[in-house]
């Protein structure tokens, strides 16, 4: 379908709206595919992702849910062992607490437990992250919970193109696969290709190249790295940026060939940052990347509190661009 | 050979019609006109604030708003009900049980404006905060009315939930303990017809959710929601008999939302105005002005001077709570527990020497 777009000029996209468009694409490719949650289906979501998906697939395939995520989740898994493929929306992050034995226990196991019978295509798709004023229980950010578990697939992409891509695989994959969304990303423009296919899950996307040093982040806080990279370009300092856009599984071959070329290393999260996601990786890299390293490795993350309600003490909770430049100096100065 | 084995009744209470006209003679121990006087005052006083503390959110002044509105009847009339040392364990929407609890509107603009000093109430110290969380406090407030009978005190306790949080396994699971521990708990379901952009129809289809209570063995009725007398009677025979042993009860209170769900949410996407307009036929406080005009000789003089005070004392709430001052950034670390670990000590001090160099991102 032609639009006004000029030909060659990339199409622009909110991370919601390639979202919206994903979901549309997989439920017009595959019969198979329904949507459930809270408040998705007349509201079309809290964050409008699912707008309009009820027009066009009505209320079988795209469902409200009475209020409750564990029924919910544990439905779906019941749905994906019947050969269908749920998305579910937990309208929050923090929620998800409610669905763990939906998804520790049943979503992670079934396929280890029955074999062959028991594949779970499921997605869980929820939105994590401060920064909006919506206090510690609608505002964290919980992936390494999930990434901790063995049978589950976590990803975490940072723009549109990324957001279309990664939502079409996880659909695609035969396993259970959470896929977070940041809060904050949603109204987010950026370029989107003509034709998007499915990304593969499990690789990295180099956001940056760079010599100096390597900065290993997903989400929301690629652009914070971004942000700063460009301002330390001005004084000559060439930082590489991993966007790992996969959490379970990462890409440990992308981190390391970047640690082979900068021998720096900081990892960033907005996820707190004690027993983290960075805890995981600078481990690994410490030890399968230990002769390349010329500096210990940096983990940045929030402090090790709930995300405060106030504006004002949110707005002093980290990471922040003052926390990475104190880190890249530690690293390089 | 089939039997009945068990047979059960759902009754309705209502006192006043639409208009506020008695609809049949009322009991000798209804409550008397003080009391509504009293009830009809924290009413006004509370649409007053709900429609300010809107209007604080969208000029910027204070963050996500859940309205009460067309809701009064049942928050105020089982706060009537209760005595000083009953406990309430509410949900967000109660504002208005919490102002006749003694908690001032200057604290609950402070929570709303999300600062956390808004919930340590000076006054209703044993009260519960507002669960924003759906049908977790209805859980709590079975652990603390274990805690009364454990003690044999004579109270009891008030939780609140929405028609939505009916669907909670949390909801289910306190009616299963609070039957076999014939806990001293009155469960009130504010039934307002939508959870968010979800109808009733579509949370459950039972025919009633007080229904709910009678596979837990827990008597229940439903009450007209927007009929202050019929809510506030049937809570104050229910804590009454609560307090004297005779175990837990449940009462849907049938209302409507007037309002969006909260600020953050547009009704119009889902909701017909039409539907809306229709509910102000029952609007639970012009109603219960009518029964004081006509039973209580409520003048005009009366309503005015009353509107007047409301208003006074409203904008001296907004005064002083626009006025406090934001905690320190530093005050994030004091309360997460009684002593912050030696390994989180730095992130504080990191904190306050950034608030000394004055840097922020934003």
């Known amino acids: ?37 809270e408040d998705i289906a007349l509201a079309g979501g809290p964050f409008g992702v699912t707008r309009k998906l009820l027009d066009e697939f009505g209320e079988n395939r795209v469902r409200d849910y009475p209020i409750a995520e564990a029924s919910m989740v544990n439905l779906a898994v019941g749905a994906a062992l019947g050969g269908y493929k749920p998305v579910v929306e937990i309208m929050f992050m923090d929620f998800c607490t409610l669905a763990m034995d939906a998804l520790v226990n049943q979503a992670a196991k079934a396929h280890f437990m029955f074999g062959e019978q028991g594949p779970v295509p499921l997605v869980l798709r929820t939105p994590h992250g401060g920064g909006l004023n919506a206090g510690p229980q609608h505002s964290q950010c919980l992936e390494a919970w999930f990434a901790h578990i063995p049978g589950l697939i976590v990803v975490c992409p940072s723009n549109a193109a990324d957001a279309y891509g990664l939502l079409r695989a996880a659909i695609n994959d035969p396993n259970p696969v959470v896929f977070v969304e940041n809060k904050r990303l949603y109204s987010a423009k950026s370029d989107f290709p003509a034709d998007p296919q499915p990304i593969e899950i499990g690789k990295a996307r180099t956001a940056r190249a760079g010599n100096d040093l390597t900065i290993v982040t997903y989400g929301n806080t690629v652009h914070l790295a971004e942000q700063v990279a460009k301002e330390r370009a001005e004084q000559e300092i060439d930082i590489e940026i991993i966007d790992l856009r996969s959490l379970q599984p990462w890409d440990e071959s992308a981190v390391l060939t970047s640690l082979s070329k900068t021998h720096r290393l900081i990892v960033l999260h907005e996820a707190t940052e004690a027993f983290g996601i960075g805890a995981e990786i600078a481990a690994r890299m410490a030890d399968i990347g230990f002769d390349e390293l010329d500096a210990p490795i940096i983990r940045l993350g929030a402090p090790f509190m709930p995300v405060p309600y106030s504006v004002a003490l949110e707005a002093e909770f980290g990471p922040n661009a003052d926390q990475l430049n104190a880190a890249i100096d530690r690293l390089l100065l | 050979m089939q039997e009945r084995v068990a047979q059960f009744e759902v009754d309705h209470v209502g006192f006043l019609d639409a208009s506020g006209q008695v609809l049949e003679d009322l009991p000798e121990d209804i409550a008397d006109l003080e009391v509504i006087k009293q009830g009809y005052r924290s009413m006004v006083l509370t649409r007053l604030f709900d429609a300010r503390a809107i209007n604080l959110q969208r000029t910027g002044q204070l963050g996500t708003f859940p309205s009460s509105l067309g809701q009064e009847a049942v928050t105020i009339g089982f706060s009537l009900a209760m005595q000083p040392n009953d406990r309430l364990v509410p949900s967000y929407r109660e504002h208005g049980a919490l102002l006749c609890r003694g ?67 949390d909801f289910a699971e306190a009616l299963n303990v609070a039957g076999v521990w014939q806990l001293p708990i009155l469960f009130v379901v504010t039934n307002n017809q939508w959870a968010i952009s979800v109808p009733r129809e579509s949370q459950s289809h039972a025919q009633t959710l007080a229904q709910k209570a009678i596979a837990a063995g827990i008597d229940c009725l439903q009450v007209d929601g927007n009929d202050l007398l019929a809510v506030e009677y049937a809570s104050r025979k229910a804590l009454e008999r609560a307090r004297a042993g005779g175990g837990p009860f449940l009462i849907e209170a049938i209302t409507y939302r007037m309002g969006d769900h909260t600020t953050a949410d547009d009704a119009r996407r889902y909701r017909d105005d039409d539907e809306v307009s229709s509910h102000w036929q029952g609007d639970p406080v012009a109603r219960i002005r009518s029964y004081l005009v006509e039973q209580g000789g409520w003048t005009k003089d009366q309503e005015e001077a009353l509107q007047a005070d409301c208003q006074v004392e409203l904008e001296r709430a907004v005064a002083d709570y626009l006025a406090v001052t934001p905690q320190p950034a530093s005050a994030m670390f004091d309360y997460l527990y009684a002593e912050l670990p030696q390994a989180y000590e730095g992130q504080r001090q990191q904190v306050i020497d950034r608030a000394a160099e004055g840097k922020t991102d934003e």
């Open chain 2, 103 to 169: 908690v001032t509107l200057c604290e609950l603009l402070l929570y709303w404006g999300g600062d956390e000093r808004g919930s340590d109430y000076q006054q209703a110290r044993k009260d519960f905060p507002l669960a924003v969380p759906i049908a977790t406090q209805c859980l709590h407030a079975a652990g603390v009315a274990t805690a009364i009978k454990l003690r044999s005190e004579p109270q009891a306790v008030v939780t609140v939930c929405g028609d939505g949080a009916t669907s909670k396994g």
């Open chain 1, 1 to 37: 379908m032609s639009n006004s777009q000029p030909d060659n000029q990339p199409e622009v996209l909110r991370f919601g709206q390639a979202l919206n468009r994903a979901l549309g694409d997989a439920m017009r490719a595959d019969d198979k595919v329904f949507l459930m949650g």
